[in-house]
């Protein structure tokens, strides 16, 4: 399979010089030239098999033999068994919990690796995906993979790459914009090839940041002198991208092994989102045939993406707010531009106009015949902070389930669309994080107070009003000392990475 740019039509490399490169030099993200798709066969194959085999098998439909970089089905076999095999505290890797009795609401647990969120199902497979492709196409060449987090994609990368061999990773943050335990995570961090500088401003200029970055020729042509390359683990990657799609799969297909839901029958995943990637994947599984019926994206309190698929105008000229669910506080929502690419018809001429207007405006508007076929597909909401702790709080009281910050903007986003349309499918919730990772927010939630208690013992606290014990790999947090200190203004995030030994 070859790939693309949305920028650029006439761009064509393979899947390992994609996800080498994570970013097109002209500044698009790589998408498939054409996209595979799953028949129903295949899908009946995949209930039967568990979360390794159908990773292997959906991957193989992007990672593919043909040409010289291609990809042997066993070594992609292996990346994925080493990925999947060990590294996840339930068996299932990604489990669906039903969420109530009513058989129509389950929620799909993404935390169940390493970090304890979501990235985890990419950040544990990306490395093993990146070194095999710099084998193929890089000549022994350093990779410098540059990384920008709202949160959890940080440690998770920083925890994939760890001591990998012939890399570098160096992860960005917004210095006031993640969690306690998300920071702690980041900057107790081992490895000797890791780095870690918090951004003094928003998920958004730290993003802008590392895009400029991989779009100077001057500093790309220096690292090459010193041959090192630049890579991303962000889910500009599509290395990052493609296996978010097998937790799609893997969910329908639970639900049909565990006869919820009939063969062939649509069903609605909710996602928390402020990237798009993680509702984008649910697109691709859709477009590969899937049988999914609506995708509900789920905003906070910055609600750019609601707004959007509401009025086709994406604009990025409001205000920026600091909420519960720190991983959705985003104004630019990258990946959005793989949808309007996938639904232009694949003009990348219409989507590099966008995204200039949106740099050089900040805002840009989609025809109308693109947004309704938008909206066939995507319904959206949004919460405040009130309302996600109260979703919390809710959640836990009636249906004995204790959920993050991120995932009840998920819940409450299902709610309001159930109200407003009636429609009753069977509709799965993806669950980001595990709710230790916000235990203060989580605290003052449940008990309706407003709780001072941060850190270590907000997770005491709730573990003791609920039962529900914190995973190890926060609780022991706690124990590891502090290595990363340093701050850097945006404009100075080239230097410090040129400066990087």
Known sequence: MRYTSTRDNNVSVSAAQAVVQGISPEGGLYVPEKLPQLTVSEINALTKMDYVGRAAFVLSKFFTEEGPDGWEPEELSRCVKAAYGGTFRDPAVAPVKALGGGGRSYLLELFHGPTCAFKDLALQLLPRLLTASAQKVLQGKEIVILTATSGDTGKAALEGFKDVPGTRIIVFYPSEGVSDLQRLQMVTQEGANVGVVGVEGNFDDTQSGVKSIFTCPSLRAELEARDRVFSSANSINWGRLAPQIVYYVSAYCDLRREGKIAAGEKI???????????ILAAYYAREMGLPVARLICASNRNRILTDFLATGVYDRRRDFYTTLSPSMDILI????????????????GAVSGWMGALSRDGSYEIPETLLKALQKTFAAGSCNDTQTKGTIRQTYTRLGYLSDTH???????????????????????VSTASPYKFADSVLSAITGGGSALRGFEAIAALEALTGVPCPAPLKSLREKPIRF?????????????????
């Open 333 to 348: 929502s990258s990946n959005l531009e793989r949808l309007l690419y996938a639904v232009s018809g694949c003009d990348a």
């Open 407 to 429: 995932t009840a903007v998920g819940l409450r986003a299902l709610e309001d669309y159930r109200g407003a349309t009636g429609d009753n499918a069977v509709s799965v919730v």
């Open 268 to 278: 609605n995943f909710v996602v928390p989102t402020g990237n798009f990637g993680n």
């Open 485 to 501: 200190t340093e701050l850097c203004q945006p404009g100075d995030m080239a230097e410090f990475v040129a400066n990087e030994q």
